[in-house]
């Protein structure tokens, strides 16, 4: 009996042996499945990476170059001619020209019967083209445009004016005193005088004191 318990006993732990070392087996065989196929699964991983490395194109952001501007020619340097501001006091529209002569305050005193008489004249030229300038004038005398002429005549020196040098004055006294203030070109005009008669003043002076 002792020795068919023994028997048992052995095949039994024989049995326990095989069986342990078939799982040591199925498990080291398990392991070396699982790490092949890590292996296979990173190598393909690798592969795929190298292969999208090599075969997808590059995109590389682009870089504008600087504008910098060409060199300019030397005959672009040279500035375009300038046409010649009009003159001063004078305006200029498409060829058509307006030019302020003067400015003036009149004054007549009749000493005989003390009637004093005042005003302004303004004198102005216009040109159009290669015509004569054209004299104008607006005012308190009773025809300013020819007061304006004969002024333009002398270039508005009252000293000078002679208007109608033929014509006979009469010879009673009766002394008439003018005064004129203002410009004339830009230039200040301060003058006086006294004649006779009004008929010596109109002889000199034409239009210019005729209220």
């Known amino acids: 009996m002792r020795r068919l318990a023994a ?65 300019m020619a030397p005959s672009q340097m040279i500035p375009a001619p300038m046409t010649p501001a009009p003159a001063p006091g004078t305006l200029n529209p498409g060829g058509f020209a307006i030019h302020l002569l003067g400015g003036l305050h009149l004054k007549r005193v009749d ?37 304006c002429a004969e002024l333009a005549e002398v270039n508005g020196d009252f000293d000078a004016l002679a208007v109608h040098p033929t014509w006979m004055a009469p010879s009673f006294v009766a002394p008439v005193a003018v005064q004129a203030a203002g410009t004339w070109e830009g230039a200040k005009v301060a003058w006086s005088h006294q004649y006779s008669n009004s008929g010596v003043l109109v002889r000199t002076t034409g239009d210019v004191f005729a209220f």
């Open 111 to 147: 000493t005989t019967t003390g009637q004093t008489h005042t005003g302004y004249l303004l004198c102005t030229s216009t040109t159009s083209g290669s015509a004569a300038p054209v004299i104008h004038g607006v005012g308190g005398v009773k025809d300013p445009t020819s007061a």
């Open 7 to 71: 028997a048992t006993t052995n095949a039994a732990a024989a049995t326990a042996t095989a069986a342990a070392a078939a799982a040591t087996v199925t498990v080291a065989v398990a392991v070396t499945t699982l790490l092949a196929g890590a292996a296979l699964v990173a190598g393909t991983a690798a592969a795929q990476a190298a292969t999208t490395v090599s075969t997808s194109p590059i995109s590389v952001p682009m870089i504008p170059s600087p504008m910098i501007p060409a060199p």
